[in-house]
């Protein structure tokens, strides 16, 4: 089987279920104001647990949300602390590469909210600077529901010249949530990230979008998926779906390596355990207690 990259499982579902506040507007951002040990901790469970790559809690660190709770002039300063965190944990405990969330600046399920394209990119070109200067190792765009936003994104993390994972936010397999054609918003793409992938879509649909990416993304460029576990409750957060175990959330990863994906994680209602399933499916080192 082809070597496999173990990136990380949920942070904001993750936290919640720890007892942090992620109530909205700010969700997981809200733990480094109040809780920013925590956010270190869950970051070294995810090392021990074998993820390679470890994601910054930065999903709600820009500008934007943070106004919507009186913020917004903190940006630099959160989004530095969440990268600060994770280099603590990946100091300590061995991690070699450290992911920038570059996030949809609105709601990742509400693609009609994404802003217009000059906005877009000069709010995503802000934020993937402030990432790079804080010092991550690569910059993940994620979640992104339409393409208006992600092709903004993207552009702006590959400006900073660091490596650039892009991972969309598909409703079927072929179309993003806002119900555009991937195809047609893919061909517009001239200078490729290094890996594109899926993320937040169902663990039982996510062998069908990975077989679309591998036949639609160019052969040089990595194929990855994170999927979730549950779904989104409104105001509550995130409902965690009990069923789909560590250990069967392993199985539909074996199947999503023999499709093509070389980069694999967890996305909402995923937890270190299944992180631990993934490296011991593919052969990667933990350190997790069971």
């Known amino acids: 089987m082809t070597n496999i990259t173990i990136l990380d499982g949920a942070m904001g579902s993750l936290l919640a279920e720890r007892g942090a506040d992620t109530a909205l507007p700010l969700w997981s951002a809200r733990a480094l104001l109040d809780r920013p ?7 070294v469970e995810y090392i021990r647990a074998g993820a390679q790559v470890i994601t910054t809690n930065t999903f709600r660190t820009h500008r934007r949300s943070l106004a919507k709770a009186g913020l917004a002039d903190r940006a630099e300063e959160l989004t530095r602390l969440a990268v600060d965190l994770a280099r603590e944990a990946s100091d300590q405990h061995g991690i ?5 969330s570059l996030s949809p600046l609105e709601d990742c399920y509400a693609p009609h909210l994404s802003p217009s394209a000059d906005e877009a990119a000069n ?18 765009v994620e979640t992104m529901p339409a393409w208006i936003e992600a092709k903004a994104a993207l552009h702006a993390a590959l400006k900073t010249k ?12 072929g179309r993003l949530l806002s119900g555009e054609s991937l195809a047609a918003c893919l061909g ?11 993320n937040c879509i ?22 990855g998926v994170y999927a979730n576990i549950g779904s989104a409750d ?49 052969n990667h080192e933990t350190h997790l207690r069971s």
């Open 37 to 43: 040990e925590l956010v270190r901790d869950l970051h």
């Open 96 to 100: 070699s590469r450290i992911a920038g």
């Open 162 to 173: 660091l490596d650039t994972w892009f991972s969309l936010h598909t409703r079927e397999p």
């Open 123 to 140: 709010e995503h070109d802000e934020q993937a600077a402030r990432l790079a200067r804080a010092g991550v190792d690569l910059l993940l």
């Open 202 to 223: 169902p663990t039982e649909r996510a062998l069908d979008d990975v077989l679309w990416l591998r036949e639609y993304v160019p052969d040089h460029v990595a194929v």
């Open 188 to 198: 517009e793409i001239q200078r490729w990230p290094s890996a594109v992938l899926v």
């Open 234 to 282: 409104g105001a509550a957060g995130w409902t965690t779906d009990e069923a789909v175990t560590p250990d069967e959330y392993a199985r539909h990863a074996e199947q999503w390596a023999d499709a093509g994906a070389t980069i694999i994680g967890g996305c909402c209602g995923t937890n270190p355990a299944h992180i631990a399933a993934l490296a011991q499916t593919f």
